[in-house]
């Protein structure tokens, strides 16, 4: 009896002919990868022996090398639905973090989608200064409208650790 997923069609192995079935290259050397996308983050994903599997991860795997646990499949381009595998490199979380970091991709501060933060850069520059000229914590809690943990946090440097005073 054949191995099928859960529709009950048959699985099919994974080879670097079916997977370029599903690629179109572009103008940039990129391979856009065709089949379904990750909500959100735009990512390829398709189904690897029955389970979902990222199309970036698989590439690496059919034309480098199997990934070791734990390791991240990062991008050179910073295209997330590309697939060349020329395009793909192996690192850690930090490789990764350093990686996001330089390229822009990490949203600090009021970049970041939160809709109810009450702070931005310029008023944590504000309570750094204050709080150095000896303002209390729990005055410019009030009037910031957060907790006397946010004021100290910002104050410190535990958040917003880029702003300068």
């Not at 009896?1 to 002919?17: F, I, N, S």
């Not at 480098?64 to 490199?89: K, M």
Request: charged share 25%; proline share 5%; hydrophobic share 35%.
């Amino acid at each position: 009896m054949k191995a099928r997923d859960h529709h009950g069609q048959r699985r099919v192995p994974w080879t670097r002919e079916r997977f370029l079935e599903w690629v179109q290259v572009v103008d940039s050397g990129c391979w856009f990868w065709l089949g379904c996308l990750c909500a959100g983050k735009g990512y390829g994903q398709l189904s690897l022996n029955g389970r979902p599997a990222s199309a970036h991860r698989l590439a690496y795997r059919l034309w480098q090398a199997e990934i070791p646990p734990g390791r991240y499949v990062c991008h050179t381009c910073d295209v997330p639905r590309c697939v060349n595998p020329s395009h793909l490199f192996l690192g850690d979380a930090g490789v990764n973090a350093r990686d996001a970091a330089s390229k822009g991709r990490t949203l600090r501060g009021e970049r970041r989608p939160r809709p109810n933060a009450k702070l931005d850069a310029t008023a944590v520059a504000d309570i750094r200064r204050r709080r150095i000229a000896g303002e209390r914590g729990s005055d410019l809690a009030r009037e910031y409208g957060v907790s006397q943990a946010a004021i100290c946090q910002a104050h410190k440097g535990n958040r917003w650790a880029w702003v300068l005073a």
